[in-house]
């Protein structure tokens, strides 16, 4: 800065270049030394000055007097009274360079001053940042930064506050007298806390109770507390905001910019400590973690050796034809543990170890693999055997008395090993007659539909196996007509829908009550079956009670069904399937009962068979057959007797005159119709049949 002559009467001359100094100029001797301190110096210039002036000088810090000659230099000022000798331009210029000589004196002072001050606050806050640092639990952390910070900014209360989503609330506090304080919630805008939480920049207030530049929600807290200022800075990182540190002072003070320098690089350390400590936790219970799961791993590796054993050992078992019994022996001895195994209906085949398990089990509703069942122990594991996508039974584990907690595991992790032996073992057993039932459906439909020289070799099949085909056999033909339905009503998977298919056939093989079904088969939602010895009502009868147990294997399940003529011999099972099919038509198209018999369609069965000549013969034989026979026997008139009653249109007085015999004897022939065909004439039915019968016996010639 150049100096800058004033003088306060009469302007003095322009600056004019630096003489050379003279001998005892007392301001050349100054100039040439280094005062120890401000104060000494000052007296130093006021000495030479006066020298110069020949009269008091004072020297002043922060302005100039006025009514004074006066020379200055920044802040520093020199001046004398008016009443003085006029000074030179030369003596000015040497007041001015004594000025500024003082002005720098003082500036080194000064800046001598705020380093100490700094190499203090470095020092205090370098001490913080170290004890900071140096905590790796956050809960100790939280504390220690309240500490901290009120001894750093001389403060009566410090609180540190977190954010928790919407709101910063308080999880360290120091200093307070009111526990509502260590429970304070803020959102945005909410104290000062909240002002700094809304606008993410240190807020302080001078008079917190009188104060309206924050809001009025914990003016009753602070007359409780009697804080009278405040100061508080964010805590957060570049994109997150953390929190918030504050501090309040009871007694009536003004926080000043170097508290707030202060505060916000303590905040800035705090939010790396908590950073740190918060990334130390979560090490720490990562290193938790991985030390668990080696742990469970290790025991994994242990069970897994254990049930490896075991899966061998039952295979060896499954491979050798060991059976049942030693599946159950094998595993009690490697488990020791009891163990039951039972079938679908409950009842035990096989097992080992006690006396624990029960010899049957109640009957449970499926699927259904259960934790808990009826009838045996609590800490029983349970597991269902499947074959062929049917549960067939389950296997019971029960622990030993005493078992510890890694015996019960075993037992969870090996059941479905043991549950898989059993049913290698159960299906072994099962080959055989799933085998007969694969053999047996293919001779029922080499029988239906089969070429003579493969019936003729069903036949003997059928015979070498068993099954005796009697007489008067029947081909019953059904539909279920609703399944996939079902499926999609109660969310069944393929499999589900299948096995309800196979249940439907099981439920007609394995029947106990009534008719004996020679032959069982399927296809798709199609069943066929031969039965034998079946007049009408007992065919309805039957078909009632297979509706009846498809329902009950799924309610709501809807099926239609038609039944064949009766044939004497297996040779005419495949004309008695196409009777079958024609009348399952009808009762899929007519409605009804869910059930047709073939003889009863009448001519519906012409409509809806298949048109050819051999079905067309037999409808006319069934209806006519009789009466021809009759007249070729008894040189009769039976036949034409019929035809004149229908073409009388069913009067018998018209119909007697035209074949010219009394009304007697037409009623007496009309009688005997009936008796040899089952046709009553009085019935509409009945007349049509019979009418076109006798229409095509006319077309056919004879």
Known sequence: MEPVGVETQQPGPAAVPIPAPRTGCPVQHLLTTVPDD??????????????????????????????VRTVHSGPVALSWSIECPRVTPEQRLRLEQACVWLRLVVERDQAATHLDDAAAETAIVTDVVEALLSVHDVDQLLLSIADRTLGLLDADI???????GDEVRMRSCVGHRVIDTARLRMRRGQGVAGLVFETGRPAKVDRYVEDRTISRD???LAEREQTESALAVPLELPGEFLGVLEVWRRRPSVFSEQDVRRMVTLANFATIALRSARLHDEQVRANADLESAHAALEHQVSVLGRTAELQQALLTTVLDGGGLPAVARHVAGHLRCQVGIYDAAGTRLAGHGGDGLPDTLPPRSRPARTVRRAGLPAEARIQPVHADGDEIGCVCLLPAEGADGSGEEMLDAVAGQVAMACSLTLLRERAASRARREALNEVLWDLLQGPPEHRAAARARAQQM???????????????????????????????TDRLRRDVVRGLRDREDGPRLALVGLRGD???????????????????????????????????????????????LPSAFNEARTALSASQRLGGDNVFLYEELGVVRLLLGSGSDPDLQTFIEDVTGPLVAYDRD??????????????????????????????????YRLERIKQLTG??????????????????????GE
């Open 38 to 67: 401000p104060a000494s110096a000052l007296e130093d210039v006021e000495r030479a000055a006066a020298e110069i002036v020949g009269g008091p000088v004072w020297v002043t810090l922060d302005h100039a007097p006025t009514g």
């Open 158 to 164: 410090c609180g540190v506050l977190l954010r928790e």
């Open 218 to 220: 914990f003016v009753g």
């Open 466 to 496: 068993g099954v005796a085909l009697g007489s008067r056999l029947r081909v019953l033909y059904g539909r279920l007509e609703n399944v996939e339905d079902l499926a999609d009503a109660h969310g069944w998977d393929t499999s589900r």
């Open 526 to 572: 199609l069943v066929v079956a031969v039965a034998e010895s079946l007049d009408a009502a007992a065919a309805k009868s039957l078909v009632h009670d297979i509706v009846a147990s498809t329902r009950g294997e799924a309610p709501g399940l809807r099926s239609s069904w038609g039944v064949s003529r009766p044939h004497d011999d297996a040779e005419g």
């Open 634 to 667: 008894n040189d009769g008139a039976l036949v034409r007797t019929l035809r004149a009653f229908f073409d009388a249109d069913c009067s018998q007085r018209a119909a007697a005159e035209k074949l010219f015999v009394h009304h007697k004897t037409l009623r």
């Open 679 to 700: 046709l009553d004439l009085s019935r509409h039915d009945d007349r049509m049949r019979a009418d076109v019968a006798l229409r095509l016996l006319q077309l056919n």
